[in-house]
């Protein structure tokens, strides 16, 4: 793992820094490198042969007055070229081979033993484990990170000789906050990294399950989920979307069976969602089970990790030592009405962003209609709108365009401020915090990106205004999704890789060498490592319009299945060649994200319904002949009662631990017992003897 520190930190902290560190039983090496500019020295050192050369062949100039403009250009190039240059220094932090089994035990990693069963690492049994002898077998990359990143986290300043400590923070921590550190991150494995993309090729775009074991071994089970999500999201996402793709060609074809087909496509959306949620805890459990022999769901091994897993009190988290009333033993507390007043003020805080946002809705609804008017009543009079490129496409989403904009304003400043809530309610553990963060960007996104549509689907009840309305979001979206994560960022790093080569093989010709750069200082340029937490939220943004709105058009789950197939690959690559690599986190589930698409799931139930019965009013085809508001209303609860009750049998039909992981588990069990039986029996018969 390395830090980056700022060129000019006291040698004191570096000094003092170093100390903490070794005694947290780390070590550490502190080098100071220069980042040096190689496309300014090469313009330099051309102004510097420009200056010579010209100093040679003038004519009629005195010889000294040449030669000391030329000295005095060289001087202000050298000058020029320091100051382009900066300096870091960069802290690499790595573990002896003693120190990692002792983290390794202390956290209980989970490991294959000779006998192929899968145990809690010990180091007083060390010999019993596969690759015992070879460290780097033995413990994977993201194993020995997550370690070291587990020495790190207990590495605090001192208060004697550190001032402004906020609650438990670790030194690196304290020192990001004064600004002596930049970026903490892992360095990439060049070797690695292209072993996981030679993974994907046109033929093969998800990721099987011995490539998520690649993922995890590299990443942590963090980032591995995530991908393991996204894959079963996608390959389930496609089943939809050949629905969707059926419904709308046979509607096309056969245009007097369109009502039966799209309420037909509605339901199946809506069993889809529930089977979608169950069938992935399914799935999650034989990961879990697979990577750790662990069972989700069951209590022994569900209480077993909990321990292992020792999550501690946030860093940031501020409290007063209290005794705790049932074991006397003190620990830092918060108070309860301090907490709810918070909660409070995040909740009014919220309500009061989401009104901002409906009011833009419903300012930009009113200027679509007045948008709408001018252009059918002008569009023909003048030779620049008379184009149905200019007043079908460009001006008549002009609202929609500033509406999204606004949007997406909106969410930037509303992501910040609700981060700032979340920092202020003092959450006591990390998966509170992340837990509190997810309800206030889920709540808040899900109402604000679905307002409009909501209002136009039962407000406005305008199908046609709906349909267009989700059908461009979606086009847009697929467009630039990937394109401003992956593609534009990629082609700009591209770009100056392909500048400073040139710039490289300049100086080369000159004469003058520039030392190859190592890859902790490569990769310092490289952007910010993130989480999973915003690309789950991309998930739900989506899940949410290809669900909820399924009935108003059907297409939308071919857009969505089409842009992951795609995202799987950018998401990778962004990961392995765009950002630091960052720090591997151990993780059982997704969290509350599933909440979240469970959630959606149930709101898309409602929501379908109630497009084909009120807003398309395709109940009425179906049928044959038009019912009054109320029967179709008690008719709406009735199917929806209906797929409500599907999920209670969702977990029957689908169960969380399959069959297959009963049977080993309790065919493990019978062996363990047949073994302690015979072991007792030999220990009577011995004492006996």
């Known amino acids: 793992i390395v830090a980056a520190f700022e060129a000019d930190t006291p040698p004191e902290l570096l000094g003092c820094a170093r100390r903490l560190l070794e005694a947290g039983g780390l070590q550490v090496e502190f080098e100071r490198h220069r980042v040096e500019d190689v496309v300014a020295k090469s313009k330099q050192d051309a102004k510097k042969a420009e200056s010579a050369g010209s100093a040679v062949k003038e004519k009629g100039r005195d010889e000294k007055r040449a030669v000391g403009k030329s000295a005095e250009g060289s001087m202000a190039a050298g000058k020029e070229g320091t100051n382009g240059d900066e300096e870091v220094i960069l802290a690499t932090m790595t573990a002896r081979w003693g120190t990692i089994v002792r983290l390794a035990s202390d956290l209980g990693l989970v490991k294959r033993c000779k006998d192929g069963k899968k145990r809690q690492f010990k180091k007083d049994i060390i010999d019993l484990f596969e690759h015992a002898e070879t460290p780097d077998k033995l413990f994977t990359e993201a194993d020995q990170l997550l370690l070291i990143g587990y020495a790190l986290d207990n590495v605090l300043p001192s208060e004697g000789e550190f001032e402004d400590i906020h609650g438990r923070e670790t030194l690196l921590m304290w020192c990001e906050r004064q600004g002596y550190v930049t970026s903490v991150y892992g360095v990439h494995n060049e070797a690695a990294v292209d072993d996981i993309l030679s993974r994907f090729s046109l033929k093969k775009r998800m990721l099987n399950d011995d490539d998520l074991l690649a993922l995890r071994a590299y990443f942590g089970d963090k980032v591995a989920l995530y991908f393991a999500f996204l894959t079963y999201y996608t390959q389930s996402l496609s089943i939809v979307a050949l629905g969707g793709l059926l419904t709308v060609l046979l509607a096309m074809a056969i245009p007097r069976m369109r009502a039966y087909l799209v309420v037909l496509f509605s339901v199946y959306v809506c069993v889809w969602g529930v089977a979608f949620i169950a069938g992935w805890k399914r799935r999650n459990t034989e990961l879990m089970y697979a990577w750790r022999d662990h069972v989700l769901g069951d209590a022994s091994d569900d209480e077993r990790m ?48 989401l009104y901002i946002v409906t009011e833009t809705m419903l300012t930009t609804l009113d200027y679509t209609d007045i948008n709408q008017t001018w252009i059918d009543e002008n ?3 003048h030779w620049w709108s008379k184009p149905f490129v200019m007043h079908g496409v460009l001006l008549a989403n002009i609202p929609l365009i500033l509406y999204l904009v606004a949007l997406n304003i909106f969410s930037m400043i509303y992501n910040k401020i609700a981060k700032m809530l979340n920092d202020w309610e003092n959450h006591k553990y ?46 847009i979206e697929l467009v630039t999704g990937n394109l401003k994560e992956v593609l534009i960022p990629y082609v700009m790093r591209k770009r100056a890789e392909n500048v400073e080569k040139k710039a490289r093989e300049d100086l080369k010709k000159r004469g003058t060498d520039i030392p190859s750069k190592p ?48 995202e799987v690959y950018s998401d990778c690559f962004k990961r392995c060649k765009l950002m630091h690599r960052p720090l591997p986190h151990r993780a059982l589930h997704i969290g509350s994200w599933l909440q979240a698409f469970d959630m959606i799931a149930m709101l898309s139930v409602m929501s379908n319904l109630g497009i084909i019965t009120f807003t398309a009013r395709y109940i009425d085809d179906v049928v044959g002949h038009q019912r009054d508001s109320t029967t179709l209303l008690l008719s709406m609860i009735l199917i929806e009662h209906f797929i409500f009750l599907l999920r209670v049998f969702a977990t029957r039909l ?11 588990r309790a065919r493990a069990k019978y062996l363990d017992d047949i073994s302690s039986h015979k072991t007792s029996v030999t220990d009577v018969s011995h004492a006996s003897e």
């Open 430 to 475: 990390e998966h509170e915090y992340e837990n509190a963060m997810i309800l206030k960007l889920v709540v808040f996104q899900l109402l604000s990106l679905n307002m409009s549509y909501l209002y136009m689907a039962f407000v406005l009840r305008d199908f046609g205004k709906l349909f267009n309305a989700i059908r461009n979001v979606l086009m």
């Open 379 to 381: 569009a023909p009079l």
């Open 306 to 353: 909990r321990r292992s897993m020792k999550e501690g009190l946030r860093p940031e988290f501020i409290g007063e030592l209290e005794p705790d009333p049932v074991t006397g033993e003190t620990e830092f507390v918060f108070s309860a009405r301090k907490k709810y007043f918070r909660y409070a003020v995040s909740t009014v805080v919220i309500l009061m962003c």
């Open 654 to 664: 689908i169960p969380q631990i399959p069959r297959w992981i009963q049977l080993e």
């Open 519 to 566: 890859a902790a200082l490569e990769q310092l340029k490289l952007d910010s490592a993130e989480g999973a937490f915003d690309d789950y939220f991309e998930l739900t943004r989506q899940f949410g319009q290809v669900g909820i709105f399924a009935a108003a058009f059907p297409l939308g789950s071919v857009i969505a299945a089409m842009n992951n197939q795609m």
